[in-house]
Protein backbone atom coordinates (compact mmCIF):
# COMPACT_ATOMS: atom_id res chain seq x y z
CA UNK A 1 0.00 0.00 0.00
CA UNK A 2 1.71 3.42 -0.93
CA UNK A 3 2.34 5.59 2.00
CA UNK A 4 1.32 9.26 1.48
CA UNK A 5 4.09 11.36 0.72
CA UNK A 6 3.98 14.91 2.77
CA UNK A 7 5.30 17.60 1.18
CA UNK A 8 6.42 20.80 3.91
CA UNK A 9 5.17 23.69 2.96
CA UNK A 10 7.94 26.80 3.65
CA UNK A 11 6.61 30.19 5.11
CA UNK A 12 7.35 31.65 1.34
CA UNK A 13 5.00 29.69 -0.54
CA UNK A 14 2.15 30.81 1.91
CA UNK A 15 -0.24 33.07 -0.18
CA UNK A 16 -0.73 36.20 1.18
CA UNK A 17 -3.85 37.87 1.79
CA UNK A 18 -4.32 40.68 0.30
CA UNK A 19 -5.72 43.69 1.83
CA UNK A 20 -9.42 44.31 1.13
CA UNK A 21 -9.83 47.03 -1.68
CA UNK A 22 -11.53 50.30 -0.63
CA UNK A 23 -15.35 50.14 -2.26
CA UNK A 24 -14.36 53.19 -4.32
CA UNK A 25 -11.49 51.93 -5.79
CA UNK A 26 -13.44 48.71 -7.18
CA UNK A 27 -15.05 50.17 -10.26
CA UNK A 28 -14.81 54.31 -9.86
CA UNK A 29 -17.00 54.62 -13.17
CA UNK A 30 -20.70 52.79 -11.01
CA UNK A 31 -19.45 54.57 -7.98
CA UNK A 32 -19.36 58.10 -9.73
CA UNK A 33 -22.29 57.55 -11.76
CA UNK A 34 -24.82 56.28 -8.79
CA UNK A 35 -23.72 59.08 -7.01
CA UNK A 36 -24.17 62.06 -9.31
CA UNK A 37 -27.39 60.69 -10.19
CA UNK A 38 -28.55 60.58 -6.51
CA UNK A 39 -27.07 63.91 -6.27
CA UNK A 40 -28.81 65.44 -9.25
CA UNK A 41 -32.13 63.42 -8.81
CA UNK A 42 -33.02 63.54 -4.67
CA UNK A 43 -29.91 65.77 -2.89
CA UNK A 44 -30.03 68.83 -4.78
CA UNK A 45 -33.81 69.25 -5.30
CA UNK A 46 -34.60 68.73 -1.83
CA UNK A 47 -31.53 71.28 -0.72
CA UNK A 48 -32.94 73.86 -2.90
CA UNK A 49 -36.24 73.11 -1.65
CA UNK A 50 -34.74 73.52 2.03
CA UNK A 51 -32.80 76.37 1.34
CA UNK A 52 -36.06 78.23 -0.38
CA UNK A 53 -38.21 77.88 2.54
CA UNK A 54 -35.32 78.57 5.15
CA UNK A 55 -34.73 81.78 3.62
CA UNK A 56 -38.11 83.31 4.67
CA UNK A 57 -37.35 83.00 8.49
CA UNK A 58 -38.07 81.51 11.38
CA UNK A 59 -41.16 83.48 11.97
CA UNK A 60 -42.21 83.67 8.79
CA UNK A 61 -42.00 80.17 7.84
CA UNK A 62 -43.70 78.82 11.53
CA UNK A 63 -46.55 81.28 10.95
CA UNK A 64 -47.07 79.97 7.31
CA UNK A 65 -46.65 76.06 8.57
CA UNK A 66 -49.10 76.45 11.27
CA UNK A 67 -51.91 78.72 9.59
CA UNK A 68 -55.06 77.30 10.04
CA UNK A 69 -55.20 76.26 6.34
CA UNK A 70 -52.48 74.40 6.29
CA UNK A 71 -53.12 72.89 9.62
CA UNK A 72 -56.47 71.44 8.39
CA UNK A 73 -54.75 70.73 4.63
CA UNK A 74 -51.69 68.46 6.71
CA UNK A 75 -54.94 66.18 8.86
CA UNK A 76 -56.61 65.63 5.32
CA UNK A 77 -53.35 64.21 3.84
CA UNK A 78 -51.84 61.90 6.17
CA UNK A 79 -55.05 60.77 8.12
CA UNK A 80 -56.85 60.44 4.84
CA UNK A 81 -53.68 58.50 3.70
CA UNK A 82 -53.00 55.99 6.57
CA UNK A 83 -56.74 55.40 6.89
CA UNK A 84 -56.19 54.54 2.90
CA UNK A 85 -53.04 52.39 3.49
CA UNK A 86 -54.67 50.61 6.51
CA UNK A 87 -57.87 50.06 4.86
CA UNK A 88 -55.77 48.66 1.63
CA UNK A 89 -53.63 46.38 4.19
CA UNK A 90 -56.68 44.15 5.28
CA UNK A 91 -58.76 44.51 1.74
CA UNK A 92 -55.53 43.82 -0.25
CA UNK A 93 -54.12 40.56 1.74
CA UNK A 94 -57.85 39.44 0.81
CA UNK A 95 -57.29 40.08 -3.07
CA UNK A 96 -54.02 38.66 -3.25
CA UNK A 97 -55.06 35.66 -0.95
CA UNK A 98 -57.91 35.09 -4.19
CA UNK A 99 -55.25 35.18 -6.59
CA UNK A 100 -53.18 33.09 -5.21
CA UNK A 101 -54.88 30.26 -3.32
CA UNK A 102 -58.08 30.26 -5.41
CA UNK A 103 -58.42 29.11 -9.57
CA UNK A 104 -61.96 30.63 -10.66
CA UNK A 105 -62.84 32.16 -14.38
CA UNK A 106 -61.26 35.09 -15.16
CA UNK A 107 -58.48 35.37 -12.34
CA UNK A 108 -55.68 36.51 -14.75
CA UNK A 109 -58.09 39.54 -15.76
CA UNK A 110 -58.61 40.11 -12.37
CA UNK A 111 -55.03 39.93 -12.00
CA UNK A 112 -53.81 41.78 -14.52
CA UNK A 113 -57.08 44.99 -13.57
CA UNK A 114 -55.02 45.61 -10.33
CA UNK A 115 -52.41 47.00 -12.50
CA UNK A 116 -54.90 49.50 -13.67
CA UNK A 117 -53.82 52.20 -11.14
CA UNK A 118 -50.41 52.28 -12.37
CA UNK A 119 -51.38 52.54 -16.50
CA UNK A 120 -54.07 55.06 -15.88
CA UNK A 121 -53.68 58.42 -15.96
CA UNK A 122 -54.09 59.90 -13.00
CA UNK A 123 -56.11 63.09 -14.22
CA UNK A 124 -58.68 60.11 -16.28
CA UNK A 125 -58.69 58.03 -13.13
CA UNK A 126 -60.06 61.19 -11.07
CA UNK A 127 -62.35 61.83 -13.63
CA UNK A 128 -63.63 58.17 -13.53
CA UNK A 129 -64.07 58.17 -9.78
CA UNK A 130 -65.87 61.78 -10.11
CA UNK A 131 -68.22 60.54 -12.02
CA UNK A 132 -69.26 57.11 -10.27
CA UNK A 133 -69.31 58.28 -7.36
CA UNK A 134 -71.40 61.02 -7.94
CA UNK A 135 -74.96 61.40 -6.54
CA UNK A 136 -75.99 60.57 -10.20
CA UNK A 137 -73.17 58.01 -10.50
CA UNK A 138 -73.62 54.16 -10.16
CA UNK A 139 -72.68 53.90 -7.00
CA UNK A 140 -72.60 57.75 -5.69
CA UNK A 141 -76.63 57.29 -6.29
CA UNK A 142 -77.34 53.89 -4.43
CA UNK A 143 -76.18 55.99 -1.19
CA UNK A 144 -77.18 59.50 -2.04
CA UNK A 145 -80.72 58.58 -0.10
CA UNK A 146 -79.32 57.85 2.80
CA UNK A 147 -77.69 61.47 2.82
CA UNK A 148 -73.87 60.25 2.48
CA UNK A 149 -71.79 62.00 -0.64
CA UNK A 150 -68.83 60.51 -1.53
CA UNK A 151 -67.76 62.75 -4.39
CA UNK A 152 -66.79 66.30 -3.53
CA UNK A 153 -66.03 65.46 0.08
CA UNK A 154 -63.36 64.16 2.02
CA UNK A 155 -64.98 60.41 1.48
CA UNK A 156 -64.10 60.60 -1.90
CA UNK A 157 -60.37 61.81 -1.29
CA UNK A 158 -60.22 58.59 0.67
CA UNK A 159 -61.79 56.88 -2.38
CA UNK A 160 -59.15 58.39 -4.54
CA UNK A 161 -56.71 57.70 -2.43
CA UNK A 162 -57.69 53.87 -1.77
CA UNK A 163 -57.89 53.74 -5.67
CA UNK A 164 -54.04 54.94 -6.25
CA UNK A 165 -52.70 53.04 -3.94
CA UNK A 166 -53.95 48.95 -3.66
CA UNK A 167 -51.45 47.74 -6.48
CA UNK A 168 -48.70 48.47 -3.72
CA UNK A 169 -49.95 46.23 -1.35
CA UNK A 170 -51.42 43.31 -3.77
CA UNK A 171 -47.96 43.63 -5.83
CA UNK A 172 -45.82 43.79 -2.38
CA UNK A 173 -47.54 40.59 -0.44
CA UNK A 174 -48.40 38.60 -3.68
CA UNK A 175 -44.90 37.20 -4.27
CA UNK A 176 -44.24 36.33 -0.54
CA UNK A 177 -47.84 34.06 -0.57
CA UNK A 178 -46.93 32.51 -3.43
CA UNK A 179 -43.34 30.80 -2.42
CA UNK A 180 -44.96 29.95 0.74
CA UNK A 181 -44.93 25.98 1.35
CA UNK A 182 -48.67 25.05 1.68
CA UNK A 183 -46.52 21.54 3.54
CA UNK A 184 -46.53 24.20 6.49
CA UNK A 185 -49.97 24.45 6.94
CA UNK A 186 -50.59 20.39 6.28
CA UNK A 187 -48.40 19.45 9.32
CA UNK A 188 -50.25 22.81 11.60
CA UNK A 189 -53.72 20.70 10.23
CA UNK A 190 -52.27 17.16 11.10
CA UNK A 191 -51.13 18.46 14.42
CA UNK A 192 -54.94 19.60 14.94
CA UNK A 193 -54.80 23.06 14.77
CA UNK A 194 -57.79 24.92 13.56
CA UNK A 195 -57.99 27.24 10.28
CA UNK A 196 -58.02 30.30 12.45
CA UNK A 197 -54.94 29.42 14.14
CA UNK A 198 -53.17 28.14 11.32
CA UNK A 199 -53.55 31.42 9.51
CA UNK A 200 -52.45 33.55 12.76
CA UNK A 201 -49.36 31.05 13.70
CA UNK A 202 -48.47 29.80 10.36
CA UNK A 203 -49.42 32.03 7.72
CA UNK A 204 -49.72 35.46 8.52
CA UNK A 205 -46.06 35.94 10.96
CA UNK A 206 -44.03 35.77 6.73
CA UNK A 207 -47.00 37.99 5.95
CA UNK A 208 -46.24 40.79 8.35
CA UNK A 209 -43.54 41.98 7.00
CA UNK A 210 -44.33 42.54 3.14
CA UNK A 211 -47.66 43.93 4.38
CA UNK A 212 -46.24 46.64 6.09
CA UNK A 213 -44.08 47.23 3.40
CA UNK A 214 -47.00 47.44 1.20
CA UNK A 215 -49.05 49.93 3.60
CA UNK A 216 -46.07 52.40 3.42
CA UNK A 217 -45.49 52.24 -0.19
CA UNK A 218 -49.03 52.95 -0.09
CA UNK A 219 -49.25 55.21 2.38
CA UNK A 220 -46.38 57.64 0.73
CA UNK A 221 -48.42 57.29 -2.83
CA UNK A 222 -51.46 58.55 -1.72
CA UNK A 223 -49.32 61.46 0.30
CA UNK A 224 -48.41 63.02 -2.86
CA UNK A 225 -51.36 61.96 -5.06
CA UNK A 226 -52.80 64.99 -6.71
CA UNK A 227 -54.40 64.41 -10.45
CA UNK A 228 -56.71 62.01 -9.19
CA UNK A 229 -58.02 63.91 -5.69
CA UNK A 230 -58.41 67.32 -7.48
CA UNK A 231 -61.15 66.16 -9.60
CA UNK A 232 -62.57 63.88 -7.22
CA UNK A 233 -62.34 66.46 -4.16
CA UNK A 234 -63.92 70.29 -3.83
CA UNK A 235 -60.44 71.48 -2.65
CA UNK A 236 -62.11 73.83 -0.14
CA UNK A 237 -59.96 74.68 2.74
CA UNK A 238 -60.95 72.82 6.45
CA UNK A 239 -63.46 70.64 4.22
CA UNK A 240 -61.33 68.12 1.76
CA UNK A 241 -58.25 70.55 0.76
CA UNK A 242 -55.21 68.13 0.82
CA UNK A 243 -51.57 69.69 1.26
CA UNK A 244 -50.24 68.90 -2.64
CA UNK A 245 -53.12 70.95 -3.73
CA UNK A 246 -52.81 73.83 -1.24
CA UNK A 247 -49.47 73.98 -2.73
CA UNK A 248 -50.81 74.17 -6.23
CA UNK A 249 -53.00 76.70 -5.18
CA UNK A 250 -50.34 79.10 -3.57
CA UNK A 251 -48.17 78.65 -6.82
CA UNK A 252 -51.10 79.75 -8.53
CA UNK A 253 -51.29 82.80 -6.71
CA UNK A 254 -47.33 83.53 -6.27
CA UNK A 255 -47.00 82.74 -3.12
CA UNK A 256 -43.51 80.82 -4.11
CA UNK A 257 -42.24 80.93 -0.30
CA UNK A 258 -45.52 79.76 1.37
CA UNK A 259 -45.40 76.90 -1.02
CA UNK A 260 -42.16 76.09 -0.32
CA UNK A 261 -42.54 76.45 3.51
CA UNK A 262 -46.02 73.87 3.21
CA UNK A 263 -43.54 71.61 0.89
CA UNK A 264 -41.00 70.98 3.49
CA UNK A 265 -43.40 70.81 6.29
CA UNK A 266 -45.40 68.00 4.03
CA UNK A 267 -41.26 66.31 3.23
CA UNK A 268 -40.43 66.17 7.12
CA UNK A 269 -43.38 64.86 7.92
CA UNK A 270 -43.75 61.68 5.35
CA UNK A 271 -39.91 61.44 6.67
CA UNK A 272 -41.16 60.85 10.00
CA UNK A 273 -43.51 58.57 9.15
CA UNK A 274 -41.67 56.63 7.43
CA UNK A 275 -39.13 56.04 10.12
CA UNK A 276 -42.18 54.82 12.29
CA UNK A 277 -43.22 52.64 9.39
CA UNK A 278 -39.78 51.18 8.80
CA UNK A 279 -39.35 50.63 12.69
CA UNK A 280 -42.44 48.68 12.28
CA UNK A 281 -41.43 46.81 9.55
CA UNK A 282 -38.22 45.63 11.70
CA UNK A 283 -40.43 44.81 14.11
CA UNK A 284 -42.48 42.64 11.75
CA UNK A 285 -40.09 40.99 10.20
CA UNK A 286 -38.88 39.94 14.18
CA UNK A 287 -41.82 38.69 15.11
CA UNK A 288 -41.63 36.42 12.06
CA UNK A 289 -38.87 35.16 12.66
CA UNK A 290 -39.54 33.61 16.55
Excluded: H
Amino acid sequence: MASTLEVPISGAQIPKVQKSIPFYKRGSLPWIVTIAYLVIMLLLPISALLTKSISVGPAEFWRIATSPVALSAYDVTFVTSLAAGLINGVMGTLVVWVLVRYEFPGRKLMDAAVDLPFALPTAVAGLVLATVYSDKGWIGQLFAPFGIKIAFTRLGVLVAMIFISLPFIVRTLQPVLQEMEKEAEEAAWALGATDRQTFLKVILPPLIPPMLTGVALGFSRAVGEYGSVILVSSAIPFKDLIAPVLIFQRLEAYDYAGATVIGTVLLLISLVMLFVINALQQWGRRYAAK
